[in-house]
Each structure stands twice: as structure tokens, then as C-alpha cells.
């Protein structure tokens, strides 16, 4: 069976009945409306689509589709009507069915879009010091979790507002309140969280990709940027890091340029996306231009930053290049209120909270409002009068001076009903709309491992929250938000919770972050979900592409551990001039579960590794990894003794130090020879004492620091007996049945079944 490789959904790819309900017509080949991915998400030619997505989608692809170009300041559309509408069959609905759009003045809305430490959080930082003074001393401001400031990478989008006059006589064009509003999102750059990149995009009109110049795009780029073009969005373009020495030799030759025109071309951008502006620049500097030249002389310090090469060159461009929002204006006297919730919260005295784009009307103070169902059913009774309409100035939340927000703007608004869910539609009981506005899909997960709490020996002994309902409370409210997880019970075990999700790292944050609250929880190994192919009946799992950027001398490596027992085939390899190697597997997801990690060890961490979903295929067989490791166990409780380590440290890579606590079936460390069975030691022998007197003295006790690692890492190194043992102080690996002798009895069964 010859296996074809995925593209993303071309822009293109819009059917009769979107065209029609945008009041134009036009000959073209189109394919399944079923497959097409819109602006509010997917649905069939008989259904009602949101008209924003269109406006935007056609207006940038009109000379790829033979559509005569519109204006869009003023478009009369049915969006909202049902399939009888559009026939001209009478309707209940009322006259908020039908709309047009018009683009709000002074206002633009801008996603920033990169992949992980491509700078993209210091470039916010800039803009924002650029268009505000007040703001304090800035550094990586929208990276403020903890976890986020210690990994150095954007784990939940942001939005912070911005207020930037192009005229004001200063340099930097900060100028108070006043001027135009730039509501910039910094997004994730990792797959893992790739929902959030998938809210935020259908609050904005445009993206600013940034691009490492030296490293050209790379993953998950490539996914981000995909979505983008899908909902017709028009890209702005900035290579950064130009100062960097192999980045100015790569501008020189075009490497990077052409392979970005190779990226859009390869998602199906039109020619009105392949015709993007490109800047050039250094965020950590602080300057940036649209001139190469200029470029090259900042680069190689013949030339300094200047006012005219400052952040107003980015600021300028995005004025100039993302369009104004466009927004609902329907034929009422009182515009109805809409509002989409990307993110919902809860705040500890004005109750639950949501964030989003208002679509049409406008709301203040002491308004009442409602929820209609993201799923289409039944509004509820329950309504609720806000309290307050908040704006984000860097990561402050402030009250909106000027009291009313307008369709257009991103706001926070808090007092809102509390079953309010994301994707779920605000609006007003006095203004309301008929139908909630349909919100983006979700790629769907591809990896599920059960929670539960600690049953371990030293249960309770270092946690607060011990209990397993409060455990499964704290997943729940974990999905309330974050929307790529979802939650299910356990089929074997009434007191575990089921957790599904896009990868290894979305589930080892969700951990670290419990585990900080003051959980103690259990962990099961990882699981890669598959499903049946309705046509040929058979398992279909999940693939990924992976690249691989590594120093050549290390490439055969990287090469022979992910197409030997991970089932990885090697589809492209180029070697590049700075003695680099860019290696593009293609791979089942559970074949890459712990390669990042073990990676990194073999390569002495020269390894960067990334991947993104690609599609569902025939199950590629068992993969050989578990008989390859043979585990050193712990089978007395205590506390570990330097001579028994000393000891224990000959035969392998240990896990723990002395004066750690051990019980017996906890996974101590990892044995240096590959066999079929594991390890039982006592790490808690002391030497013996005696009245022995001897000339000899005792030899100094010497042994290499332990290997420790996080979460995640222990998610892809675990074995399908094990269990990760979550604390506050401490992250254990231990097998799932403490008694060796009943191991030892589960394992010969096995055996003789085989």
C-alpha cells in the first residue's frame, strides 16, 4: 500500500454554498465541503458558516479563484441562514440572521507566530517598550509562569493591548491612550499546545511570522503558518536574529527566503499570500528594517541602529499590511452583542471570567447578559450582570477606561455566567443574536495516561492533596480551560482518571503544575491512540513529522535510533555549511515517546528535535524498546546507604544519591548490560561493624552524580509495568506491582502464553 503524505488544506478549498452566502458567484473546481477548514471551523455546504472567515479568505485568494475582487467595507451576506433560507423558504429567525461586514477604524488585531526560541517573546517585549513608558524594566513580560520562565518557552497565549500613533514626534511612537489600538497575541511555538494557536487565531486578521534567519522555518512554523493561510490570513514576515554570523551568510545566498517561499507554496498559499513583506531584524537589539542592505550593515556593525531602524518599523508594517477587524453590522437599530470565549477563568472575588473577540455590537458596565451553547443547544435561563470589562496592558489586567468595548476589540470580561465553557457565545439578553458563532476545531489527541493518587509506601509523607477525587477535580478544572484535554474514568480503575492529549509535554506540564500545587499522584505509562479504518478495517495510529538538526558527525546516530526500533523512515537529509545535518523523519507518535531525551544523550545534546502531527496510518507492529533496558529495583525500604551505591553504581546509571527514601519495586536506576529480566538490589546495605582490627585503611567511596529526570522525560522512558510517582519534592519511578516474587510470576505466565 503506497502511503501519500498529507498537505494541508489549501486556502482555495471553499465550496458553491460559502460563495453563494457571500453574494458572489463563480466557476471553479472545489472539493468536499466536508473537508474544508473555515474560519469558524468545519461544516458541510448546507449548513451556515460565519461570514468573517470569508470575507478575509476571499478577498486574499480572489485571483486564485477567478473571484472578481470586492470591497469589504460593506458586503451583504446571509452567513447565519439555514439551507431553506438560501432556497427562499420562509424562516423563524429573526432579522439578526443576516448581516454585513464592515471594517472598524483604528484598530488591528495581529497574532505573533513562531517556533520555540525563535525570539518571539522578546520581540513583544520590544514592541511593547516601544509604544508604552511605564511599563518598568521588561524582560521575556509574556513568559511569566514559572514553568514558562524556566524553560525558556511560551506554554499559554496572551494578549497584551497596545497603543501606537505612526505620527507622534518621538521616535518610538508611544503616545499615552491615544493613537491606534494593536491588540498583539504571543502563542505558543510548541505542537503540544497547539490549541491555543487554534483559539487564537480566530480572534485576529493577520499574523507577523517570525523566522529565525539563521535556522530558516521549522515545525511547528510549518503547522501555525498552515492554519493561517487555511482562514485566509495575510502573513507579515520577520527574520530575526540577523546578527547572528551564519544567519548573514544565508540571507546572502537566499537559503532562507527560498525556503520560506518553498513552505507557503508547499501549504497552498495564494498569490496574494505569497506576496508578504519581509523585515529584517534582531529583537534582542531592538532594531529592525524592510531594507537587506541596511540589514547587512547592522549585522557586520558597519553601520549602527538608528531612530529610522527602531520598532516602529514593525509597528508601521503591521499597521499597513493586517486589515482593519471586520465586524457584524446588522439591519437593527440596536447592534447585537457577540463575543466567542477563547479562554475562560475564574476570579477569586468577581466570579467566572472570559476573553475574547467582541464579533458584533457593543457592551458596558451592568449590562446583562447570557450564554448560547457552543454545541447549538438550548440557551440557559441563568443570566448574569457584569461586573467589569478589563484590557491587558503588557500582563496587567486593567479596567477599560473608557467603559463601553466596541465589536472589534479583545476583552476580558468578568461577572459572566458560570457554566460558561470555551467556544461558548456571549451575548447581551436586551441585543441578542439567534445562533452561537461556531468556533475553530481541534486536532485530535494522540496520547492518553491515567491519574490517580498516590498508593505508594511513602503515600502522603511529602504532599497536601492526597486524595483522588481532589485529584480528579484538579484534571477537570484543568479541561475547563484548556481545551485540547479532555478527561474520561478509567475502565479498570473506578478511583483513576483518564487524561487525553497531543503529547508528552502537554501531560508533563499538567503534572509539574500539579505536583507545585501540593499533589501526590500516580501516573500510568503512556498510551498512543489508535482507531479502526472504516474502508479497510484495519488499525490506523497516529504519525508525525520529525526534524532533526544535529551536527553531522552525529547524524548516523540520530539516523539508527529512529528507524531501528521506533519504525521511523528517513525521508530527506541536507547538509549544510556551518557542519550541520537536517535530518526529516517520518514516524509513529509512540516511537517518539522519550527519543527527545535519549537523543540528547547520545548526541552530547548537540540534537534538536521537533515534531508535529502529520496524519493516521496502518499500524507500523510492535516496536523493540522495552527489552532492550533492564531496570535496577530497590527491594528493601529505607533510606539509601553510600556504600551500597558505591557498589550498585559499577553495574549501571543510577537515579537516586544517598539518603533518599526507597521501597521495595521503586526503579533505582538503569542496568549497564541489556538483558531480559531486571535487577532486585538493597541500596539500603550498610557495612558491617566489627571488633576486626585491620592495617588497611578504608578506601574513599566515590560514585557519579545520579541521571535525574523530569516528567516528561520519565513518560518516554518508562516501562509498560511502571508508574511515575508524583510528589512536591520528588518524581519516582516505580513498578506497578511492589512484590518481586509476583512479577516474577506475571512474567513467566507471560512467557509461557508467548
Request: aromatic share 4%.
Amino acid at each position: 500500500m503506497q502511503l501519500l503524505r498529507r498537505r494541508p488544506l489549501a486556502a482555495s478549498r471553499i465550496t458553491d454554498s460559502w460563495l453563494a452566502s457571500a453574494g458572489t458567484t463563480a466557476s471553479y473546481p472545489v472539493s468536499s465541503a466536508n473537508d474544508f477548514v473555515g474560519y469558524q471551523g468545519i461544516r458541510s455546504a448546507q449548513s451556515a458558516i460565519s461570514f468573517q472567515g470569508i470575507a478575509a479568505l476571499v478577498h486574499s485568494c480572489s485571483e486564485q479563484l477567478n473571484v472578481g475582487a470586492r470591497n469589504f467595507s460593506s458586503t451583504s451576506a446571509s452567513a447565519d441562514s439555514d439551507s431553506e433560507q438560501e432556497n427562499g423558504s420562509s424562516s423563524s429567525s429573526s432579522s439578526s440572521s443576516t448581516f454585513t461586514t464592515v471594517r472598524r477604524a483604528g484598530v488591528r488585531n495581529v497574532a505573533i507566530i513562531a517556533h520555540v526560541d525563535h525570539g518571539k517573546t522578546t520581540l513583544v517585549d520590544k514592541l511593547l517598550r516601544a509604544t508604552s513608558s511605564d511599563l518598568g524594566e521588561l524582560n521575556r513580560l509574556m513568559d511569566s509562569g514559572e514553568l514558562e520562565m524556566e524553560r525558556g518557552i511560551t506554554i499559554t497565549s496572551k494578549v497584551t493591548r497596545m497603543h501606537y500613533n505612526p505620527s507622534a514626534s518621538n521616535s518610538n511612537g508611544s503616545n499615552g491612550d491615544a493613537g491606534i489600538i494593536i491588540n498583539a497575541v504571543d502563542t505558543p511555538g510548541h505542537s503540544d499546545f497547539a490549541g491555543e494557536v487554534d483559539r487564537i487565531l480566530s480572534m485576529v486578521d493577520g499574523v507577523c511570522l517570525l523566522v529565525d534567519a539563521a535556522e530558516g522555518p521549522m515545525t511547528q512554523t510549518k503547522y501555525v503558518l498552515s492554519r493561517s493561510l487555511a482562514l485566509g490570513l495575510r502573513p507579515l514576515v520577520v527574520l530575526n536574529k540577523v546578527d547572528r554570523p551564519n544567519a548573514v551568510a544565508k540571507l546572502e545566498s537566499g537559503e532562507t527566503e527560498s525556503d520560506l517561499l518553498d513552505l507557503f507554496d508547499a501549504l497552498g498559499a495564494c498569490d496574494d499570500q505569497m506576496d508578504y513583506p519581509t523585515l529584517y531584524g534582531s529583537a534582542r537589539d531592538g532594531w529592525m528594517t524592510d531594507n537587506l542592505e541596511t540589514a547587512y550593515k547592522i549585522a557586520n556593525g558597519k553601520m549602527e541602529p538608528n531612530d529610522e531602524t527602531g520598532m516602529q518599523v514593525l509597528l508601521n508594517a503591521i499597521l499597513n499590511h493586517v486589515p482593519e477587524p471586520a465586524i457584524r453590522q446588522y439591519p437593527t437599530d440596536e447592534q447585537p452583542f457577540a463575543l466567542a470565549a477563547v479562554t475562560v477563568g475564574r476570579d477569586t472575588y468577581m466570579g467566572r471570567t472570559c476573553t475574547g473577540r467582541i464579533v458584533s455590537g457593543s457592551i458596558g458596565l451592568n449590562d446583562k447578559v447570557k450564554v448560547l451553547p457552543r454545541d447549538g443547544g438550548e440557551a440557559r435561563a441563568e443570566e448574569t450582570t457584569l461586573g467589569g470589562i478589563f484590557v491587558n496592558r503588557g500582563i496587567s489586567r486593567t479596567p477599560l477606561e473608557e467603559g463601553r468595548a466596541f465589536a472589534g476589540d479583545i476583552v476580558t470580561i468578568v461577572g459572566v455566567p458560570d457554566h460558561m465553557a470555551v467556544g461558548d457565545t456571549l451575548t447581551t439578553v436586551d441585543a441578542p443574536i439567534d445562533e452561537a458563532i461556531l468556533t475553530p476545531p481541534l486536532a485530535p489527541p494522540t496520547l492518553s495516561m491515567e491519574f490517580g493518587a498516590n498508593t505508594g509506601p511513602l503515600s502522603g509523607t511529602e504532599g497536601t492533596i492526597v486524595t483522588s477525587s481532589k485529584v480528579r477535580e484538579r484534571l477537570y478544572q484543568e479541561t475547563d480551560n484548556n481545551v485540547t484535554l479532555s478527561t474520561e474514568l478509567s475502565d479498570t480503575d473506578s478511583e483513576k482518571t483518564v487524561v487525553l492529549a497531543r503529547g508528552e509535554l502537554q501531560l508533563g506540564i499538567l503534572a509539574e503544575q500539579m505536583r507545585r500545587e501540593g499533589f501526590e499522584l500516580m501516573i500510568s505509562p503512556p498510551r498512543i491512540l489508535t482507531k479502526m479504518c472504516p474502508v479497510t478495517n484495519k488499525k490506523l495510529e497516529p504519525f508525525e513529522e520529525v526534524i532533526v538538526d544535529v551536527d553531522s558527525d552525529y547524524s548516523g546516530t540520530v539516523v539508527s535510533s529512529l528507524t531501528g526500533n521506533r519504525k521511523g523512515i528517513l525521508m530527506e537529509m541536507t547538509e549544510n555549511s556551518d557542519g550541520k545535518t537536517r535530518l526529516l523523519f517520518e514516524a509513529p507518535s509512540r516511537g517518539l515517546l522519550g527519543f527527545s531525551s535519549e537523543i540528547a544523550s547520545a548526541t552530547k545534546g548537540t540534537a534538536v528535535v521537533n515534531h508535529c502531527f502529520l496524519e493516521d496510518r496502518p499500524y507500523a507492529g510492535p516496536l523493540g524498546l522495552d527489552s532492550a533496558r533492564s531496570k535496577i529495583v530497590s527491594s528493601a525500604q529505607g533510606k539509601a546507604t553510600t556504600f551500597a551505591l558505591a557498589n550498585l553504581a559499577q553495574r549501571g546509571t543510577l537515579f537516586i544519591e544517598p539518603g533518599e527514601s526507597v521501597y521495595p519495586g521503586m526503579v533505582i536506576g538503569e542496568s549497564a548490560k541489556s538483558r531480559d529480566v531486571d535487577m532486585d538490589v538493597n541500596p539500603t546495605k550498610a557495612k558491617e561493624l566489627s571488633n576486626m582490627r585491620t592495617q588497611a585503611k578504608d578506601e574513599k567511596l566515590t560514585m557519579p552524580p545520579p541521571k535525574r529526570m523530569n516528567v516528561e522525560e520519565l513518560i518516554g522512558y518508562m516501562a509498560q509495568d511502571e508508574i511515575i510517582e508524583v510528589t512536591p519534592l520528588s518524581v519516582r519511578l516505580r513498578k506497578a506491582e511492589l512484590d518481586p516474587k509476583v512479577r516474577a510470576r506475571t512474567k513467566k505466565g507471560k512467557k509461557e502464553k508467548i
